[in-house]
């Protein structure tokens, strides 16, 4: 099935260092949503982006949304051994009326490692 | 207020049966979407339910069916399992097209 393109695959970090990782697409999405993925669990929202140019911020975590609205950016400053993950992109398309009913589409995921 | 739970956990089974699994939605959520991530691999789009009814489907065969009841609960089917349906099954709930949250997942391996 048709997956974004995230990268990178992985990153090896120090702690307190920052990341950055990106998503793109080549289909436009309305919303774009960042999660993250411990082994063994659910992916947990973390940022929901709602418009083109938009940048949200939820504590060290920074995310915008692309203007062309086919690629989006998570920033996580000052990294800590917790961040250690799998970080997923999703796209949303809900378009009223549409047929695209709201599914995620995802990324193929980012793996962080944190060391102490 | 409750978040999405999945029953069971993990679940073994072989070739050829069938399975049931069950997914309750956050309380306030009337729309509930399945998802199929295999190892290493991002969550793929099964099926939404809306209303107890199917909203949208993706690219999986028709032995892949669910109902949502007048709680909003939902469940997933599969008929006639087979090896590459081993996965972790991902339940997620939301109020219409909003933000999806998901729970904790089922991990069906097969025999």
């Known amino acids: 099935g048709q997956q974004l393109n995230q990268s990178p695959q992985s990153m090896f970090i120090q702690e307190g260092e920052d990341v950055s990782m990106n998503c793109t697409s080549s289909s436009i999405f309305n919303t774009w949503l960042w999660y993250k993925q411990d082994p063994g669990e659910g992916p947990v929202l973390l940022i929901a982006l709602y418009k083109a140019g938009e940048l949200t911020s939820n504590g060290r975590l920074t995310a915008q949304f692309g203007i062309t609205r086919k690629d989006s950016f998570l920033n996580i400053s000052a990294s800590i051994p917790s961040d250690v993950g799998i970080y997923f992109c999703?796209?949303?398309?809900?378009?009223?009326?549409?047929?695209?009913?709201?599914?995620?589409?995802f990324g193929q995921g980012t793996i962080l490692t944190v060391h102490p | 207020e409750t978040g999405v739970t999945q029953s069971p956990t993990h679940l073994i089974k072989t070739r050829g049966q069938q399975v049931t699994l069950r997914c309750s939605s956050q309380?306030?959520?009337?729309?509930v979407s399945w998802y199929q991530q295999a190892l290493g691999q991002g969550p793929q789009f099964i099926f939404q339910?809306?209303?107890?009814?199917?909203?949208g489907r993706g690219n999986f065969p028709p032995r892949f069916s669910g109902l949502q009841f007048p709680n909003y609960s939902s469940e997933l089917n599969v008929n006639a399992l087979e090896l590459d349906d081993s996965a972790l099954y991902l339940c997620?709930?939301?109020?219409?097209?909003?933000?999806?949250?998901f729970g904790p997942g089922t991990r069906l391996t097969v025999l």
């Open positions: 997620a709930s939301s109020l219409g097209w909003s933000e999806q949250f």
């Open positions: 339910y809306y209303r107890e009814e199917e909203n």
């Open positions: 999703a796209g949303q398309l809900d378009e009223a009326g549409g047929t695209s009913y709201g599914k995620l589409t």
């Open positions: 309380s306030g959520h009337n729309t």
